[in-house]
């Protein structure tokens, strides 16, 4: 099983330009989720997918937007990227354990760097 | 005020000593609490729970300190492999925080030869 994959693992753009960072699991969990890693701030949540069709506001969600477009994909996209989204994300994903109840523990995949300029 | 606090660092620390660091949370109502294991440029990995009656995970010691909203990390025999940064990560668990763990940004340990 390769976990949580993410593409691509670097990139650059100028202020303004759109993407879109691609995140899969196949552990076969419900939950996934998108963070930002700066530096001196631990991680914070973007937006997260409690199961396939549903999507939700994190702690810092503005200028970003997701797709949960299948069980396995979760996508984050930038519309108009600022210098202020420039940062390292991780996606993560979860699985659901009795009751419905998420389990604590995250799967997180190895990263984007991105930079934008 | 941040949720999570970390003392970030570096502990540097020799080969085969004993480090220990704490982080504090500032919600009394979190529930579950974790550290997480990052190596420089990866990503995190889950270390160990943290129960309330304190944890032991071969060289690894955890303890929750409810009273006073700290947890705290011991690491015996520290080995080389060992340097990384430890992530304090606390979980509230109420409906509008599901799933939503918070995350300190991380204690730096270096263990040096």
């Known amino acids: 099983n390769a976990g949580v994959t993410q593409t691509p693992k670097f990139q650059v753009l100028k202020t303004g330009q759109s993407m879109t960072l691609q995140c899969a699991q196949d552990?076969?969990?419900?939950?996934m989720y998108w963070y930002r890693q700066d530096p001196g701030m631990g991680l914070r949540l973007i937006y997260y997918?409690?199961?396939?069709?549903?999507?939700d506001k994190g702690e810092v969600p503005n200028g970003y937007n997701v797709s949960r477009l299948n069980k396995r994909e979760f996508s984050l996209r930038l519309e108009s990227a600022a210098p202020s989204q420039t940062s390292v994300y991780f996606c993560?994903?979860?699985?659901?354990?009795?009751?419905?109840?998420?389990?604590?523990?995250?799967?997180f995949g190895p990263g984007t760097r991105l930079t934008v300029l | 005020r941040k949720e999570v606090e970390q003392d970030p660092g570096p502990f540097n620390v020799p080969e085969g000593a004993t480090v220990a660091f704490n982080c504090t949370y500032s919600?009394?109502?979190?529930?579950?609490f974790f550290w997480y294991r990052q190596d420089c440029r990866k990503e995190p990995k889950l270390l160990m729970s943290?129960?309330?009656s304190g944890n032991e995970d071969g060289r690894f010691t955890a303890q929750l300190n409810r009273a006073s909203q700290y947890i705290s990390l011991l690491i015996r025999d520290s080995k080389l492999s060992d340097s990384a940064t430890y992530l304090c990560?606390?979980?509230?668990?109420?409906?509008?925080?599901?799933?939503?763990?918070?995350f300190g940004a991380g204690t730096q340990v270096v263990v040096t030869p």
């Open positions: 993560a994903s979860s699985e659901e354990g009795l009751a419905g109840v998420v389990t604590d523990t995250q799967y």
């Open positions: 990560v606390v979980n509230l668990v109420t409906t509008d925080s599901w799933g939503k763990l918070q």
């Open positions: 919600n009394s109502a979190s529930q579950s």
């Open positions: 943290v129960y309330s």
């Open positions: 552990m076969n969990h419900n939950s």
């Open positions: 997918s409690a199961s396939e069709g549903t999507t």
